[in-house]
């Protein structure tokens, strides 16, 4: 071999080239890989929340408790500042989930009417 046919050869290294190895696979634990150790367990956390998720567990606390309290007599229900605090804080994200489901609502009514537009025009 000649060695000045480097010259009409040479290798170039341009960024992302060359050999590559990655792994793909997806990590899916970084949530529950937050959790302190002395916090609880990573796997039945994760396992718990595949049951029901953390917003899921509170509405139903803040549900059941709203219930006791409101079974209690007017007198108490009615001077009680954490109660209406907290029927305020279910109210307002009520409010939110209510207002999103009517925006995706429009979203998609827009989409299906694009797809239709679309359809006609193929047609």
């Known amino acids: 071999m000649f060695p000045w046919f480097w010259l009409w050869a040479p290798q170039l290294r341009l960024p992302f080239s060359g050999d590559v190895a990655q792994d793909i696979e997806p990590r899916l634990d970084w949530f529950f890989a937050g959790i302190k150790p002395q916090a609880g367990d990573a796997r039945i956390e994760a396992r718990a929340f595949d049951v029901a998720s953390y917003g899921h567990q509170l509405?139903?606390?803040t549900?059941?408790?709203?219930d006791m309290a409101e079974r209690l007599?007017?007198?108490?229900?009615?001077?009680?500042?954490p109660l209406t605090q907290l029927r305020a804080i279910r109210d307002r994200i009520e409010a939110i989930k209510d207002t999103e489901y009517d925006r995706e609502l429009v979203d998609l009514e827009a989409r299906l009417q694009r797809l239709r537009t679309r359809r006609a025009a193929a047609a």
């Open 59 to 61: 509405g139903v606390i």
């Open 63 to 66: 549900d059941a408790l709203i």
């Open 73 to 81: 007599p007017a007198e108490v229900v009615a001077g009680s500042k």
